[in-house]
């Protein structure tokens, strides 16, 4: 990870309101989510989980039908955290777990963000913490 991430990370970690998961639990989500990115479980065992002001993560990958089950196009879709506007990210697993942005109404687009460090900085990057 570079710098940037890195400092997101330790400054996101100090929050009182987030918090961890566990080491059997990172193993159980690589194991039911083969392939999800490692950047994703790294940050919830370093910072957490929980409201992190401008973001929400979730404990774990969330199925996106959970969420929207009207609509049939995010059966591979897993969503990872939200906005608290409406709308959420998360993988798409038939995309190589790309990172995608969920409207409030459902549809799925590619992230405008690279990757999940990008979305992180972007949200967090300039902002004192």
């Known amino acids: 990870m570079d710098e940037m991430i890195e400092f997101v ?27 999800i990115p490692a950047e994703y479980v790294d940050f919830l065992t370093r910072v957490g ?9 979730y404990e774990g990958p969330v199925p996106a039908g959970d969420i929207y089950p009207q609509h049939k196009n995010t059966t591979t ?19 190589d777990f790309a990172l995608v942005e969920i409207s409030p109404k459902g549809a799925v687009s590619p992230s405008s963000y690279e990757s999940l460090s990008g979305l992180i900085t972007s949200y967090f990057g300039g902002q004192a913490l």
């Open 77 to 95: 879709i897993i969503i990872i955290c939200d906005d608290f506007q409406g709308t959420c990210y998360g993988f798409d697993m038939a995309s």
């Open 9 to 35: 990370i330790k400054k996101l970690s100090a929050r009182p309101d987030v918090e961890q998961i566990t080491g059997p639990q990172a193993a159980q989500m690589v194991s039911e989510f083969p392939g």
């Open 49 to 57: 989980f929980g409201d992190l002001g401008e973001l929400q993560f």
